[in-house]
């Protein structure tokens, strides 16, 4: 399986991930934002050139005390700035064969490239849709932050969880 950069061409009509705002995004809302510079968009598809995954990233920044208590202690500015994955989603006949798996490490190498090599960001920031979202992000570390509801891997984490893989 292959990861491409989302181009209009790519087929979406029948994208079902069981989630309607997300399966939206995809079929009416990815191509303006993409143009628009408001994120990048990556996809997995299948021979039909049908689209099976997806996920967006862009920059953002949070108020530095919703950040970790480690971060508040070393970073001396009102705002951190982090990548935001902000939508992740498969299609369900593809649901159980770790390719939701594939594009989460795919999104976190991405932003660790990113981060280390051209613009600095201290962590890959998610907004989970729902609590089953959440679940499945904590299930791969992420930490909750508080109030926002958003979650949080930072980049450290993420650098030596591909260094020992
Ligand atoms: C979330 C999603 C991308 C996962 O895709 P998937 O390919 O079915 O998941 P994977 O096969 O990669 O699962 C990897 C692991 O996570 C587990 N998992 C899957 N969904 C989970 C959940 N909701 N909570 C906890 N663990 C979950 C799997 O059991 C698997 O565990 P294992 O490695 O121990 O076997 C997919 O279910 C989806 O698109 N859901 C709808 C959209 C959505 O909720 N997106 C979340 C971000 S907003």
């Given at each position: 399986m292959k990861i491409h950069k989302y181009e209009r061409k790519y087929k979406r009509d029948k994208f079902d991930c069981g989630k309607a705002p997300l399966n939206n995004y995809i079929q009416k809302n990815a191509t303006k934002d993409i143009k628009n510079?408001?994120?990048t968009c990556f996809i997995i598809k299948n021979?039909?050139?049908e689209v099976i995954g997806y996920y967006t990233l862009s920059t953002e920044s949070i108020p530095i005390e919703d950040s970790p208590i480690e971060f508040q202690k070393k970073i001396k500015y009102q705002y951190v700035p982090v990548i935001l994955l902000g939508r992740l989603a498969l299609d369900k006949n593809h649901f159980g064969k770790g390719l939701g798996?594939?594009?989460l490490v795919n999104s976190l190498k991405r932003s660790l490239d990113v981060a280390t090599n051209q613009i600095g960001a201290v962590a890959v920031?998610?907004?989970?849709i729902d609590e089953e979202a959440r679940q499945y992000y904590?299930?791969?570390?992420f930490t909750l932050l508080p109030d926002s509801g958003r979650m949080f891997m930072s980049m450290k984490t993420i650098e030596n969880a591909?260094?020992?893989?």
């Open positions: 510079g408001a994120c021979d039909e050139d798996k594939f594009l920031i998610v907004d989970p904590q299930k791969y570390g591909f260094r020992e893989n």
